[in-house]
């Protein structure tokens, strides 16, 4: 069976990219935890960054690859954190330090209208590292942020991050319901019926 890699070497994200694309003729496989496939991410979109970590993947793996950049992009903030989610109040700095700083810059912002916020996943598949047409998939999962934190599940800004037709925070679901809702989820679909025809030629 065919391999291709995954720019990441997270075990959470590859269990669930493995589950939602099985069935396809292909195992997807982790990149190495070595300094060599780390790559700065000098994109200014998540699909521009999604790309560059794919292209590097493919180029040090001689595999196809697939790669993906998520954050979550807050109207009443201008967008941020958007691509800097992950190290928004800085570098090492941690998934509470992030939310911290989100609820304290929101703080100003009392409607839930004005708190409206969008996770986003890009997911893309590059067929080599020359190839100059990736198959792209973007999810979004649109809610609000809370004033304070609610849940212990999850990770990241899951606790306080609202569903409005659910009314609970990320960190409150079920793992199915989550999966089902979640950016991630909703771009991993789109991903596989890309890739069923890409396989299908």
């Known amino acids: 069976m065919d391999k291709v890699i995954l720019a990441s070497g997270n075990q959470g994200k590859l269990l669930e990219l493995q589950d939602i694309l099985s069935g396809l003729p292909f195992e997807l496989v982790p ?57 928004y109040a800085g570098v090492g700095c941690s998934p509470q330090d992030n939310m911290d700083l989100i609820l304290k810059r929101l703080n100003p912002f009392e409607k839930r209208s004005q708190r409206k916020a969008t996770f986003v996943c890009a997911l893309v ?11 792209i998939a973007v999810g979004q999962w649109h809610g609000a942020i809370t004033r304070e934190k609610h849940g212990d599940a999850g990770f990241g800004y899951d606790p306080v991050f609202w569903d409005f037709k659910h009314k609970l925070t990320a960190a409150q679901m079920p793992k199915q319901l989550k999966t089902q809702l979640s950016h991630r989820g909703k771009a991993c679909r789109k991903l596989k019926k890309k890739l069923v025809k890409v396989w299908d030629k």
């Open 125 to 135: 598949y590059l067929r080599s590292a020359a190839d100059p047409l990736p198959v």
């Open 31 to 87: 990149q190495p935890t070595t300094h060599e496939y780390e790559i700065e991410e000098t994109g200014t979109t998540f699909v521009e960054n999604a790309i560059i970590k794919a292209r590097h993947a493919a180029k040090l793996s001689g595999m196809p690859a697939i790669a993906d950049d998520s954050g979550l992009v807050i109207k009443s903030l201008n967008g941020e954190p958007g691509i800097k989610t992950a190290r």
